[in-house]
């Protein structure tokens, strides 16, 4: 048998039971070709990096490094749905990872295609693809993954593992159009730390359409009142300013339901808005 999990989003979030089946529920990935995760490597579309001895690394995950048994998770509910940051499935001696977003979870009329349809109106669906994010090998103790900036919500820590951007990238960004440097602050001043972010952030962008660009600016700016703003750009004086730049572009800010208190995540996961 096996069985759907769901990592449900925020700092508590629980693993959650969908459902089980005897089918297949992902396809799992053709792993011939491999190679150990190097940050300057940029991979073929039929490669995978892949980390052994992954359970020594010391990357949380709530599944791996356990003995499975579907027993002991909760169903999950209609309203949690919405709030599900990664899928999960079980395999046989496999768990396949993948990242859930917004343009998978449709709320549509739809209709099943047969030869006597008929309309189904305020059923969401949920789309598996076919691909996943993470392959984890029990036997063998291997991770296999595409993008660190994919899954890093999935293993908490294996972000430093995510090289730094050049100094060409770094450049890139900095010259982005909503980041002014002010002062005497420049690329060369930008710390390892930040090089890392920042490469974590070029992938990010990379992924953003303009409007989200527009909305990714307005976010960091109610959240981060203290770095300055000249029209549509940050005004960046010192690796302080940059930082929060950054982790408002990962989207680690949010706000408490009660108290309406501002917080920053420490541990990197996709937050729902309600």
């Known amino acids: ?41 940029k991979l073929e579309d039929y490669e995978w990096y892949k980390l052994d001895n992954f359970l020594s690394h010391g990357y949380e995950n709530d599944l791996i490094g356990t003995t499975f048994n579907s027993t002991v998770y909760n169903q999950i509910t209609k309203k949690q749905y919405s709030k599900i940051d990664y899928l ?48 984890y090998s029990i036997n063998d ?42 002062g005497t602050f420049s690329s060369d001043k930008v710390k390892t730390s930040n090089r890392k972010r920042i490469a974590i952030a070029i992938d990010i962008l990379n992924q953003f359409t303009e409007d989200d660009e527009r909305q990714i ?9 203290d770095v300055p703003v000249n029209g549509e750009a940050f005004l960046v004086s010192t690796e302080n300013h940059l930082k929060k730049i950054l982790y408002g572009i990962e989207q680690r800010y949010y706000t408490t339901p009660l108290g309406n208190e501002k917080r920053l995540a420490n541990s990197i996961l996709t937050l729902s808005v309600d």
């Not at 890093?152 to 450049?171: C, H, N, P, W």
Request: proline content about 3%.
């Open 88 to 135: 999960c499935g079980k395999q046989g001696d496999f768990f396949l990872f993948q990242k859930m977003s917004s343009t998978r979870l449709l709320n549509k009329k739809w209709f099943e295609i047969s030869g006597a349809p008929t309309l189904e109106i305020n059923k969401p669906i949920i789309i598996l693809n076919s691909y996943v994010d993470a392959t």
């Open 217 to 225: 600016f307005q976010y960091i700016r109610s959240y981060c009142e």
């Open 141 to 182: 103790d291997i991770l296999y993954f595409k993008n660190i900036a994919t899954i890093k919500s999935m293993f908490k820590g294996i972000e430093e593992l995510y090289r730094e951007a050049t100094q060409a990238e770094v450049d890139d960004f900095l010259n982005h159009n909503f980041i002014s440097l002010v």
């Open 1 to 41: 048998m096996n069985h759907l999990l769901a990592k449900i989003t925020g700092r508590n979030g629980a693993i959650l039971k969908v459902m089980s089946d005897e089918n297949d529920l992902f396809d799992l990935p053709d792993l011939s070709d491999t190679l150990t995760y190097t940050p300057s490597y």
